[in-house]
Nanobody, 114 residues
Framework: QVQLVESGGGLVQPGGSLRLSCVAS????????IGWYRQAPGKQRELVAA???????NYVDSVKGRFTISRDNGKNTLYLQMNSLKPEDTAVYYC????????WGQGTQVTVSS
């Protein structure tokens, strides 16, 4: 089993930036297609950004041009750089494979509010 620990969330004003991190208990990011998910109150969890084993990236339309996913295989760490944040980005953010293979971590809360 792999443990995933997300961090980096917080309260930010609209237009601000945050950088999320996800550390895995062992090296998986070079093996699997990995993504960042988010779940807003009362909504289903959605995949918002993904990076393939080969390094290709994909984003949901609502975050394109604002979010950037990246990884550091040597540090077993996945990142999500979030710029130009909007109130609708408020959610708990999680990382996992694009298939949701591993047990979900506790997530990190992102709140965008003035």
């Amino acid at each position: 089993q792999v443990q995933l620990v997300e961090s980096g969330g917080g309260l930010v004003q609209p237009g601000g930036s945050l950088r999320l991190s996800c550390v895995a208990s062992r090296g998986i990011f070079s093996i699997y297609n990995i993504g960042w998910y988010r779940q807003a109150p009362g909504k289903q969890r959605e995949l918002v950004a993904a990076i393939t084993r080969g390094g290709s990236t994909n984003y949901v339309d609502s975050v394109k041009g604002r979010f950037t996913i990246s990884r550091d295989n040597g540090k077993n760490t996945l990142y999500l750089q979030m710029n130009s944040l909007k109130p609708e980005d408020t959610a708990v953010y999680y990382c996992n494979t694009v298939s949701g293979t591993w047990a979900w971590g506790q997530g990190t809360q992102v709140t965008v509010s003035s």
